[in-house]
C-alpha cells in the first residue's frame, strides 16, 4: 500500500532564512510521482512543485527546491528566504497511476517577521 | 478564467437535511476527484471519476453520491446530514494521459457546517 509520512506537524522558521520540511513515501510502483501543495489560510491548494520518480535531477521552482532521494524514499521541500506569504499548511503528496493519491497528513509553516 | 470552481463556498444547514455540492472544471481534463478535508487538516479521498465512470469509492457512507452528467462536471449529494460531516470537501481534477504529469488542481473547498 501507499503511504506518505509527514513527521513535523509544525515548524517555524524567520523571514529570510531556509527552511526544510520533511516527507518519506512508500510504493511498489517503480513510476511515480511526487507533488508538495500548499494550503494558505484562504485553503486553496496551490501546487508547489513536482518530482516525476525517473528523473534523478531535482525539481526547482524559484525559492523552493525538493531533495529527492530516491533509494530512502525520501521528498524534502526546501524553501530558501522565507517570506511572510509562505505561511500555510504544506501537504507532500505521492500518485503511481491507480487514479488514487496519497496526501500525507501536513506540516504547519509559520514565518516570523 | 477559474479552473476548478465549486458553489456554494460555505453552506450551512441542519441535520438530517439533504444538500448538494457542485464542482465544475474547464482544464479539459478526464479525472475528476472530491475529498473531505477534517478539523485537523488531514485530507481524504473520497471519490474519482474517469471520463463520467466511477473509479475509486472509499468506503464513504452511502448517503453520499456523486454524479457526473459529464467529464467536466462532478456533483456530490447528501443525504440525512449528520455531525460528523462538517468539513471542507474539496473538487479537483488531473489529466490521466499516459506519461503524466498527473498534476491535481483543486477547487477553492466548500466549507460545510451542520448544526
Known amino acids: 500500500a501507499q503511504t506518505v509520512t509527514q513527521s513535523q506537524p509544525e515548524m517555524s522558521v524567520q523571514e529570510a532564512e531556509t527552511v526544510t520540511l520533511s516527507c518519506t513515501y512508500d510504493?511498489?510502483?517503480?513510476?511515480?510521482?511526487l507533488f508538495w501543495y500548499k494550503q494558505p489560510p484562504s485553503r486553496q491548494m496551490i501546487l508547489v512543485i513536482r518530482?516525476?520518480?525517473?528523473?534523478?535531477q531535482n525539481a526547482t521552482e524559484n525559492r523552493f527546491s525538493v531533495n529527492f532521494q530516491k533509494a530512502a524514499k525520501s521528498f524534502s521541500l526546501k524553501i530558501s528566504d522565507s517570506q511572510l506569504g509562505d505561511t500555510a499548511m504544506y501537504f507532500c503528496?505521492?500518485?503511481?497511476?491507480?487514479?488514487?493519491?496519497?496526501f500525507g497528513t501536513g506540516t504547519r509553516l509559520k514565518v516570523l517577521a | 478564467d477559474t479552473a476548478v470552481s465549486q458553489t456554494p463556498k460555505y453552506l450551512v444547514t441542519q441535520m438530517g437535511n439533504d444538500k448538494s455540492i457542485k464542482c465544475e472544471q474547464n482544464?479539459?481534463?478526464?479525472?475528476m476527484y472530491w475529498y473531505k478535508q477534517d478539523s485537523k487538516k488531514f485530507l481524504k479521498i473520497m471519490f474519482s471519476?474517469?471520463?463520467?465512470?466511477?473509479?475509486i469509492n472509499e468506503t464513504v457512507p452511502n448517503r453520499f453520491s456523486p454524479k457526473s452528467p459529464d467529464k467536466a462536471h462532478l456533483n456530490l449529494h447528501i443525504n440525512s446530514l449528520e455531525l460528523g460531516d462538517s468539513a471542507v470537501y474539496f473538487c479537483?481534477?488531473?489529466?490521466?494521459?499516459?506519461?503524466?504529469?498527473?498534476?491535481?488542481?483543486f477547487g477553492p473547498g466548500t466549507r460545510l457546517t451542520v448544526l
Open positions: 482544464l479539459g481534463h478526464d479525472t
Open positions: 503528496a505521492s500518485f503511481s497511476g491507480t487514479y488514487k493519491y496519497i
Open positions: 518530482q516525476e520518480a525517473y528523473k534523478q
Open positions: 479537483a481534477s488531473s489529466p490521466h494521459s499516459a506519461g503524466g504529469p498527473y498534476t491535481q488542481y
Open positions: 510504493t511498489s510502483e517503480s513510476n511515480y510521482y
Open positions: 471519476y474517469n471520463n463520467k465512470e466511477l473509479i
